[in-house]
Each structure stands twice: as C-alpha cells, then as structure tokens.
C-alpha cells in the first residue's frame, strides 16, 4: 500500500473527506482561478538588442515575482541613465525567450476554476485545509533521487533515444513532464525556460542538481534507475503523478 499526501496551496477547497472512496480522475479539491499568462518585452523596454537582455533579468524560471517588484535593471554609464523594469503583476515566472528578449509570468484569473484530480483509486486516510491523504494498492516507483518542491500531475513525455540534447526540446513540452535517460545541461535549461512541469531521468549529475538548487529552480526532477525507467516507458503520453517529498512516481492508468 502506498500513502499519497497532496498538498493544497492557498484557495484550494476540498471536496472529499477522510473515508471517502475515491477513483483516479475525481476531482478531490477545488478553486477559483486559473492561469493568465503576462509577456513582458524585456528588450524593447530596455531599448537593447533582443540577445542581450537575459543579462539584464533579475529572474529565472519558477521564481515568484511580486507587483511592483524588479523584474528587470539596465545600469547607466557611471551611474547616470540606468532603467528598470517594474512587475505590474503578482506571479511567477515559467519562460524566458532569451532569442527574442521577453519574459512571461503566470497569474491567477479569477472567474476560472481549477481543479485537483486524484491521480488513483484509493481511500482517503486524511483531508484537512493543507493536504488530503490518499491510501491506495497502486505501485509506486521510488525515486533514487529527487530535486526540486511540490507535487505535479500531468502527461508524460518520452524524449530522445539516447540522451537528450537541445534539438529534442521544443514547445510541446510545456506543461508536461518529460522522460529522458541522459538529459545535456543545455536541454535542462531549454526545458526549465519553455515550462516544462518535470524532469524524469536516469542520469543527471549531483552537480547540476546542486546547481539548480543554487539557482532556485523548483521544478521537480526524478533520479531513477534502469529497471523503473523502463516501467515508465510504457506510459509515454499517459499522466503521471509525481511527489518530491515522498520521492514518488504513480501512473495514471485510466
């Protein structure tokens, strides 16, 4: 048996309640708002070359920015002539085009629901206003390592052949978890920048972890070995749910 604790961020309202049977696809919680999505055209705003600008970005993909936070800062000649870039939304940021200079931050939109799905059939052991516990007899694949904060639950996509390199990354990997053996620095970058959800994969170093933990990057990302990798396979195109704090990964089989 394996327990499943999902969180539930601020606004979000149950829908169950502890014993309550449930089957994977229920809506188990509940909230009013959704994603708006803001660009902000660092480089025209600054009056920089497009391929300049992410020097000049004060922040990297899953950082929250705030309304009338920095976002953005061009240092003038000995201090005179600098210019920034004021947030005028509340949010966090999931992309950063660097070829075309422009950052995107993901709001709330108040008059859409967004709903939080159980991932399996299961009972559920507790719910209360911060997480609702679900037991279930699914398997759960353990990862080795883990990286990042927060649970996600979304299609799972299986990339490359081998290792993953750049030129395997495009954009429909946004909002998704992606499943590669071996992952380039460089495609881990793209794909954190596009807005991929998570990362799966046999091999990525402790140092890059280390290094995205330096950065701040909370995007879940999952160590796993050989024999799980290729359970994972057979699911490409399925959703999977996937725990950092329990080190989980479970199908979704429905």
């Known amino acids: 048996m394996s327990l499943l604790s999902i969180l539930l961020n601020v606004g979000f309202v149950p829908k ?44 990297r993909p899953g950082d929250r920015v705030e309304e009338g936070g920095l976002i953005a800062a061009k240092k003038g000649t000995l ?86 390199d750049p030129s395997d990354i495009n954009g429909k990997i946004r909002g998704k978890i992606i499943l590669g053996r071996f992952f380039q620095r460089e495609a881990i970058s793209k794909a954190l920048g ?12 402790d140092e890059e972890l280390e290094d995205l933990r330096k950065k701040n990057i909370n995007t879940p990302i999952f160590i796993i070995n050989e024999e799980n990798f290729e359970k994972l396979v057979k699911y490409n195109g399925k959703k999977i749910y996937a725990d950092t704090e329990k080190s989980v990964i479970i199908p979704y089989e429905r």
Do not use: H
């Open 79 to 164: 201090g005179i002539g600098g210019k920034g870039i004021i947030s005028k939304v509340t949010g966090t940021v999931f992309k950063i085009d660097e070829a075309l200079g422009v950052l995107y931050v993901r709001t709330i939109q108040k008059d859409k629901e967004e709903d939080i799905f159980s991932p399996v059939d299961g009972v559920v052991e507790l719910c209360d206003n911060k997480k609702i516990a679900i037991k279930t007899d699914k398997d759960a694949i353990l990862a080795d390592k883990v990286s990042g904060i927060g649970t996600v639950w979304a299609q799972m996509l299986l990339l490359g052949k081998g290792g993953v």
């Open 16 to 59: 169950v309640k502890t014993g309550d049977a449930v089957i994977s696809g229920q809506v188990i919680a509940t909230k009013k708002g959704g994603g708006k999505d803001i660009e902000v055209n660092i480089a025209e705003t600054l009056d920089i070359k497009p391929g300049e600008a992410v020097k000049f970005i004060l922040k």
């Open 194 to 205: 596009i807005g991929t959800l998570g990362i799966i994969s046999q091999n990525i170093s």
